[in-house]
């Protein structure tokens, strides 16, 4: 046997070795700036509507948007900003159901408008023992612990599945005092949300700007320049002032939805 043929073959199987090795290493790098690249095209998205969405509640509360009088939902509006095409839509706080505080009619209401008619029972049922004041408590202190929506889901039986069909309907404390909350509550369920709803229960007249009294959620839909199209959700104070809002995320379309 040739010692040296034994050393050249060992010299190239390492060398085969060290080939396959840094072209899986030239591949990972190459996938994790791809990825990086995605990532940061989601920041930028979601920065742009973010922004956007931003301007569109200053310019709202400004009363410098006009709500779209001549489509069946007197709560839209078109607005253009920075070159950024957006549909916004005002919900006053005043007819979501209020999940502290809303009798058994309207919460029964509330599931069985989302598509849970087989459930709603049992769901309202655990709802009011959810809320209802623990042993110890007077009828003055608050039973549940809830800080955010999403600590409804305490409650048996309200999955993520169940949060996520009723939370863009629903509130946590915010019609305490107001005494046709209920009503106006029922009618905005029936319509899917494509009335805005006075405190007597009656459309608002068609006056142009958005009422911002009581606060209430703004939805703005806002398509990019590379086509995409996201929603960016915001509770809003009477006063403008931006309470909470949710992640922007992708949607099929820049019109809402209507039942």
Not at 97 to 117: K, P, T
Not at 213 to 236: A, F, T
Not at 242 to 248: C, I, K, Q
Request: hydrophobic share 45%; glycine share 10%; net charge neutral.
């Amino acid at each position: 046997m040739n010692p040296r043929g034994g050393q050249r073959g060992l010299a190239l199987a390492m060398l085969l070795w060290f080939v396959a090795a840094l072209a899986l290493l030239v591949a990972g790098v190459m996938g994790l700036s791809k990825q990086d690249m995605l990532t940061v095209r989601l920041y930028h998205a979601q920065a742009q509507v973010n922004s956007t969405a931003q301007g569109v509640v200053r310019l709202i509360t400004a009363g410098s948007v006009k709500r779209d009088t001549s489509a069946e939902a007197s709560i839209e509006g078109w607005v253009e900003l920075a070159g950024f095409t957006g549909r916004v839509r005002f919900i006053p706080s005043r007819v979501f159901v209020d999940l502290l505080n809303a009798d058994q009619i309207l919460l029964e209401e509330l599931f069985n408008s989302v598509g849970l008619q087989a459930r709603a029972q049992p769901l309202v049922e655990s709802i009011l023992k959810w809320r209802a004041p623990s042993e110890g408590q007077n009828s003055r202190e608050s039973g549940p612990v809830a800080f955010v929506m999403e600590d409804v889901m305490a409650a048996e039986g309200v999955s993520r599945l169940v949060y996520e069909k009723i939370k863009w309907f629903s509130c946590l404390g915010c019609n305490r005092s107001q005494p046709n909350a209920g009503n106006a509550a029922s009618l905005f369920l029936s319509s899917s949300g494509a009335e805005y709803i006075d405190n007597d229960g009656g459309a608002v007249d068609t006056a142009e700007r958005f009422d911002m009294r009581g606060g209430g959620r703004v939805d703005v839909r806002v398509k990019l320049p590379d086509g995409k199209i996201y929603q960016r959700s915001m509770w809003v104070l009477g006063n403008g002032n931006v309470d909470r809002s949710w992640t922007p995320f992708e949607v099929s379309s820049i019109e809402f939805q209507r039942g």
